[in-house]
Nanobody, 116 residues
Framework: QVQLVESGGGLVQPGGSLRLSCAASGFTFSSYVMSWYRQAPGKERELVALITSSGGITNYADSVKGRFTIARDNGKKTVNLQMNSLKPEDTAMYHC?????????WGRGTQVTVSS
């Protein structure tokens, strides 16, 4: 059974940091591109960051460049998103996605709220 389970979300003040984690099981994790998406209420889902299967290439939304870092551990089957200098506009539900050759899997998400 395929599972992607996110954790690490919560309430943080502006300027703070959070580290999201996504634990994968039930598929060949090392063969999949992993991504983090987010969706705020009333807004479209947005790609935040992705990392290739080997971890050699990463890409970020302009809105998070220089603040967020995506990393993966193929041995542990995890992908993390380190989020620094958080802003209120980063508030959203964050989802982990695995994708390869038209196949995709999604996690249920973890809520991030940035507020004073």
């Amino acid at each position: 059974q395929v599972q992607l389970v996110e954790s690490g979300g919560g309430l943080v003040q502006p300027g703070g940091s959070l580290r999201l984690s996504c634990a994968a099981s039930g598929f060949t994790f090392s063969s999949y591109v992993m991504s983090w998406y987010r969706q705020a209420p009333g807004k479209e889902r947005e790609l935040v960051a992705l990392i290739t299967s080997s971890g050699g290439i990463t890409n970020y939304a302009d809105s998070v460049k220089g603040r967020f870092t995506i990393a993966r551990d193929n041995g542990k089957k995890t992908v993390n998103l380190q989020m620094n200098s958080l802003k209120p506009e980063d508030t959203a539900m964050y989802h982990c996605r695995a994708g390869r050759s038209g196949v995709e899997y999604w996690g249920r998400g973890t809520q991030v709220t940035v507020s004073s």
